[in-house]
């Protein structure tokens, strides 16, 4: 039996704002422009947690009252969202990492198999970055999760967070025994999927919530 919780997973559910939230976006009623405002807190959020032990440098600050020692980021830091959904991810790191790389991957989910299918991928030879974010609004199965995460190790980060907004345990299970150095946020982890590997109880597909495009 795996430790569904591992060191390296990070659930946020005992957040107040990150339990407000995730309610709104569960509901079947909330139209996409919430949808994607909700998706972008929650984002934020996560992010917040997520980023407490970048590598930093010294740097030389000038206050209005005396010159002191302060901090920045050091280091290349990329956002990787899988599209489609990780797109609705990306403006939380962009405002809070104004200089971060964005790196797409595309993916879809085959709808019979549930498996992973790769339609988009850019990431430039060699050079990678140090610290690779990669968001994803759902971590199902993890087929996606570990098809982007092999994706970044052939690019060479060293260090790769995932961002997921709702997990299920069967793509926790997968991406922890799989990578078991990728560290995990989640704002929640749902009971089980369903025979079509949807999150159960979920919030249905949160691309299509996002861009509109339900029952397509
Ligand atoms: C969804 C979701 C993840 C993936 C998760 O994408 O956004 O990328 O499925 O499932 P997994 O953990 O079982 O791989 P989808 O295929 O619906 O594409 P979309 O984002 O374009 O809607």
């Given at each position: 039996?795996?430790?569904?919780?591992?060191?390296?997973?990070?659930?946020?559910?005992?957040?107040?704002?990150?339990?407000?939230?995730?309610?709104?976006?569960?509901?079947?009623?909330?139209?996409?422009?919430?949808?994607?405002?909700?998706?972008?807190?929650?984002?934020?959020?996560?992010?917040?947690?997520?980023?407490?032990?970048?590598?930093?440098?010294?740097?030389?600050?000038?206050?209005?009252?005396?010159?002191?020692?302060?901090?920045?980021?050091?280091?290349?830091?990329?956002?990787?969202?899988?599209?489609?959904?990780?797109?609705?991810?990306?403006?939380?790191?962009?405002?809070?990492?104004?200089?971060?790389?964005?790196?797409?991957?595309?993916?879809?989910?085959?709808?019979?198999?549930?498996?992973?299918?790769?339609?988009?991928?850019?990431?430039?030879?060699?050079?990678?970055?140090?610290?690779?974010?990669?968001?994803d609004?759902m971590l199902a199965t993890g087929g996606s999760a570990c098809?982007?995460?092999?994706?970044?190790?052939?690019?060479?980060?060293?260090?790769?967070?995932?961002?997921s907004?709702i997990a299920a345990p069967e793509g926790i299970r997968l991406v922890t025994?799989?990578?078991?150095?990728?560290?995990i946020?989640t704002?929640?982890i749902d009971?089980?999927l369903?025979?079509?590997r949807?999150i159960?109880?979920?919030?249905?597909?949160?691309?299509?919530?996002?861009?509109?495009?339900?029952?397509?």
């Open positions: 039996m795996v430790n569904p919780r591992p060191e390296t997973v990070h659930v946020l559910d005992n957040h107040s704002l990150v339990r407000h939230h995730m309610s709104m976006l569960r509901d079947v009623s909330t139209a996409p422009a919430a949808f994607r405002q909700h998706v972008k807190i929650l984002s934020l959020l996560l992010l917040a947690e997520a980023t407490r032990d970048l590598r930093m440098r010294d740097c030389a600050v000038t206050t209005p009252m005396e010159a002191m020692q302060g901090q920045q980021l050091a280091g290349r830091i990329a956002a990787v969202p899988i599209l489609r959904a990780g797109l609705g991810m990306t403006a939380a790191v962009t405002e809070l990492i104004p200089d971060v790389e964005v790196r797409h991957l595309g993916f879809y989910r085959d709808e019979q198999t549930a498996q992973p299918v790769r339609y988009y991928d850019k990431l430039p030879a060699g050079a990678p970055a140090d610290v690779a974010l990669l968001l609004p098809m982007a995460i092999e994706t970044l190790r052939e690019w060479g980060v060293g260090r790769i967070v995932m961002l907004i025994e799989r990578f078991p150095d990728v560290i946020y704002c929640v009971r089980e369903n025979d079509r949807f159960l109880p979920g919030l249905g597909d949160a691309g299509d919530r996002m861009f509109n495009t339900v029952g397509e």
